[in-house]
């Protein structure tokens, strides 16, 4: 009788033993797939940035010398003839594109638009601002409809994406003719 309930009681803790055996073998098995899918999530935006940043890198290389705009934070106090030397442009340019009083001489820590390279605005403009940021389905010419500008301007203002095309995310600058 002893021999009877000590095997009860034996295989009934191989069952128990055996149940908690199978959920912790689930439990570990749905961690592990779930930590897997993360891990596979993480390399891919690792990937992704890092192709990204090269196309970037070779992509600014590439269009270094042509003339394109910025926008920038100018420090409070900065002298714009200290801009407009550091990207080869004038002090006037600077002002024209931004609206800025004769009188302005210095940055006030608000974001200018920076035609680098532009030494004279003709025909004389202004840009929208914020800058338009394109969606990446969009043309030149279709911005240039919706805005109503000559597709000619949209096209010496943004020369990169003229000869590129505009990708999603790309600062589109849009002129307001005086």
Do not use: C, W
Not at 54 to 67: F, H, S, V, Y
Not at 145 to 167: H, K, T, Y
Request: net charge negative; glycine share 6%.
């Amino acid at each position: 009788m002893r021999f009877r309930i000590f095997l009860r009681n034996f295989l009934l803790l191989i069952l128990v033993s055996a149940l908690f055996a199978g959920v912790a073998f689930a439990i570990t098995y749905n961690d592990r797939q779930g930590n897997l899918a993360i891990t596979y999530d993480n390399n891919t935006r690792i990937v992704r940035t890092a192709i990204r940043l090269a196309l970037n890198d070779a992509t600014r290389t590439m269009e270094a010398g042509i003339p394109h705009f910025r926008y920038l934070v100018i420090e409070e106090g900065k002298p714009l003839i200290d801009v407009a030397v550091e990207y080869n442009t004038t002090i006037d340019v600077i002002r024209m594109a931004n609206r800025l009083l004769p009188t302005v001489d210095s940055g006030s820590g608000v974001r200018l638009i920076i035609p680098q390279n532009v030494q004279v605005l003709s025909p004389p403009r202004t840009y929208r601002t914020p800058v338009y940021v394109a969606n990446g389905t969009e043309t030149l010419e279709q911005l240039a409809a919706q805005f109503d500008v000559p597709v000619e301007i949209l096209q010496e203002d943004n020369p990169i994406l003229d000869q590129r095309g505009i990708i999603a995310g790309d600062l589109v600058f849009v002129a307001q003719l005086i």
